[in-house]
């Protein structure tokens, strides 16, 4: 049997297919907070943020946007939500298959197809949601690398705390 030169093409197609076959996305481990802070929409009016995988117990009290000269622009409020998470994967799938006789010739055949799959770990997350609008937008454009945003919180043993996160690119 001799393959035609698109044959070829294919095979290598489905190898590197393969090469990356196991994408999974995970949700963080649970405990660990994130924050992620970037502009809500161009023209740069507000910062959205958001503070997922909240600990049972912590209290988010406030979010800051702290501008370049450190005056504070604290958010007017706080939107809690709870996020069923799970991780999820995707992997391909191949078939190959031949149809024909002695007679017909022989016709080979390659399918592709992604298997997505949910896990069963499936868990609740608390998630804080806060839109912060930016007072100067020309001083924001100017300096933006030196813009940041602060979240108060306050842990189950009481203790407060604050901790200090950049503002993503547009």
């Known amino acids: 049997m001799r393959l035609k030169?698109?044959?070829g093409c294919v095979l290598a197609a489905v190898f590197a297919l393969s090469a990356c076959a196991d994408t999974e996305v995970k949700s963080p481990p649970e405990g660990v907070m994130s924050v992620a802070a970037r502009l809500a929409a161009p023209p740069a009016e507000a910062v959205r943020v958001v503070v997922a995988n909240v600990p049972p117990g912590r209290q988010i009290e406030q979010l800051?946007?702290?501008d370049a000269t450190g005056a504070r622009h604290p958010a007017k409020s706080l939107v809690p939500v709870s996020v069923a998470e799970g991780s999820t994967t995707a992997r391909p799938v191949f078939g190959l298959?031949?149809?024909?006789g002695s007679s017909s010739g022989f016709q080979p055949s390659l399918g592709i197809g992604w298997?997505?799959?949910r896990?069963?770990?499936d868990r609740t997350s608390r998630r804080i949601e806060a839109q912060v609008p930016i007072p100067d937008p020309a001083a924001y454009?100017?300096?933006s690398q030196?813009?940041?945003v602060e979240v108060g919180f306050t842990e189950i043993d009481g203790e407060k705390r604050t901790l200090g996160?950049?503002?993503?690119?547009p």
Do not use: E, K, V
């Open 64 to 66: 800051t946007l702290i």
């Open 165 to 169: 996160f950049p503002i993503a690119g």
């Open 141 to 143: 454009r100017a300096t």
């Open 115 to 117: 298997n997505i799959m």
């Open 97 to 100: 298959s031949a149809r024909g």
């Open 119 to 121: 896990s069963g770990s």
């Open 5 to 7: 030169s698109w044959h």
């Open 146 to 148: 030196r813009w940041r």
